[in-house]
């Protein structure tokens, strides 16, 4: 599907839908300039430009009514985003003045581009690899510090450079292997054949544990409050959001439908869940609040579990998610303790006490104890795709010399795949399927 009309010239408006000061059309495509030519008119015409060049003008309907005055900025190609001849005009930024804009370029000879299709362009001419593709994608839609910070990583390439370096190490081992099978009298060195096999699989066993935290700090974390009526849920959520979200009252089960609130830990977006109060209860509503509210939790990338520290402490009476991360937390820490342990966290809702200790705590449940100037695993493709490199490398390791040969070459295969250098279309299809249109 995404190889058809490539040699065809597109158009589309890059900028978001709705009235703004400026809008951007944007044309790709041997017929670029043309375009621009019978658009705009002004002292020079964009076709006898160099590349990387503003002029102004009019911008001019068949009849030669001025749709709008405005600029348009010429890219030669090679030298552009596409790799192709470019002209982008910049306009007033209202829909009837782009929508105008854009239907002359499609009366010149451009088609309406398909969502991603100027950016496939930029992989396909080898611009870009598809890590960096889906990285585009990703400064399109951050919302948040950690996804610009992640995406920014990855468009430099950070994620490609690292996935290389660790093709290297498997390649040396590969070459190593090889040379003992073709002369195994020689003997081969530990250093060419152990050493970078067993640094491979550790750089793919820290990339695989950036996962986790790329796709937290892309799509966000949910975080779910749980503990028995009165354990002071509520008054928790409104502590770390700084303002009234939930209601707190001094009677046991009030919470009965849940209550969302959002705020930001560490770059990431973080969406907190009150759940009703867990406890073994006969009320049919409030049994169904308890089922709900675990349903929750087993979906929460994080779970605080919250038992009051003012009365005798009694167990969580629900099993917690099985898999789930979970922070203990003693609440009410400003009355006298009626019990105390090591493993929970001290907070009191109502002096303060402890919100900064708990607040460090679920940035690093969330993200792990991963590098933050290393370019992370950003979106499940790319997980996939490490992951079922390093279950070719443990194979590898625990294979005979003419055996591992074969899992090495598979291993090498999934990492081309996750910077998309080898790829099937398919995958190169669901890639760009989320992109919007204009970029
Ligand atoms: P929930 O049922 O788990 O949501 O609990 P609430 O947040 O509604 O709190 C239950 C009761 O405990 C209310 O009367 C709160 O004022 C009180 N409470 C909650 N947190 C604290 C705290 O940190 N210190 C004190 N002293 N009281 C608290
Ligand atoms: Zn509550």
Redesign the pocket.
């Known amino acids: 599907m995404t190889r058809t009309g490539l040699s065809d010239t597109i158009a589309a408006i890059a900028t978001a839908p709705g009235s703004a000061g400026v809008g951007i059309v944007r044309v790709s495509g041997h017929r670029a300039l043309e375009v621009a030519d019978g658009l705009f008119r002004g002292k020079r015409r964009p076709s006898k430009t160099r590349g990387g060049r503003f002029l102004f003008g009019d911008l001019l309907a068949a009849d030669g009514e001025r749709l709008d005055e405005g600029l348009v900025l010429v890219f030669r190609g090679g030298r552009s985003y596409t790799g192709e001849d470019v002209a982008e005009f910049q306009t007033h930024g209202s829909p009837a003045v782009l929508g105008r804009v854009l239907a002359r370029t499609l009366e010149l000879g451009a088609r309406l581009a398909r969502p991603g299709e100027f950016t496939l362009r930029a992989y396909l001419a080898g611009r870009l690899d598809l890590a960096q593709a889906e990285a585009v994608l990703g400064l399109v839609e951050a919302q948040t510090e950690a996804a610009r910070r992640q995406a920014t990583l990855g468009l430099s390439g950070a994620l490609g450079t690292r996935v290389a370096r660790i093709g290297a190490n498997l390649t040396r081992t590969l070459a190593a292997l090889q040379a003992m099978l073709d002369y195994p009298e020689e003997g081969v060195p530990e250093e060419d054949r152990e050493l970078p096999l067993a640094a491979a699989r550790r750089d793919l066993l820290e990339l695989v544990g950036t996962a986790r935290a790329g796709q937290v700090a892309t799509r966000g974390a949910r975080l779910a409050l749980i503990?028995r009526?009165?354990?002071?849920?509520?008054?928790?959520l409104n502590a770390l959001v700084g303002f009234e979200r939930?209601i707190?009252?001094?009677l046991?089960g009030?919470?009965r439908d849940y209550l969302e609130a959002g705020l930001e830990l560490s770059g990431v977006p973080v969406t907190l869940v009150?759940t009703a109060?867990i406890r073994e209860t006969g009320d049919a509503i409030e049994a169904a609040g308890v089922r709900q509210a675990l349903n929750l939790a087993g979906g929460a990338d994080l779970v605080l579990a919250?038992e009051d520290g003012?009365a005798p402490r009694e167990a969580l009476p629900a099993e917690l998610p099985p898999g789930a991360r979970v922070i203990r937390i003693r609440?009410?820490?400003?009355?006298s303790a009626a019990w105390t342990d090591p493993g929970a966290l001290d907070?009191?809702?109502?002096t303060g006490a402890g919100l900064p200790e708990l607040r460090e705590a679920m940035g690093t449940a969330l993200l792990g104890d991963v590098s933050r100037g290393e370019a992370w695993l950003t979106t499940e493709r790319q997980a996939d795709a490490a992951r079922r490199a390093l279950a070719h490398v443990d194979a590898a390791s625990a294979l005979p010399d003419d055996l591992a040969s074969y899992e090495l070459e598979e291993a090498l295969g999934a990492l081309s795949e996750l910077t998309g250098r080898d790829v099937q279309e398919d995958v190169i299809d669901a890639v760009f399927r989320n992109f919007c249109v204009g970029k």
């Open positions: 503990g009526p009165n354990a002071g849920k509520s008054s928790l939930s707190v009252t001094p046991p009030t919470t009150d109060g919250l003012s609440t009410k820490a400003d009355l907070v009191s809702a109502v």
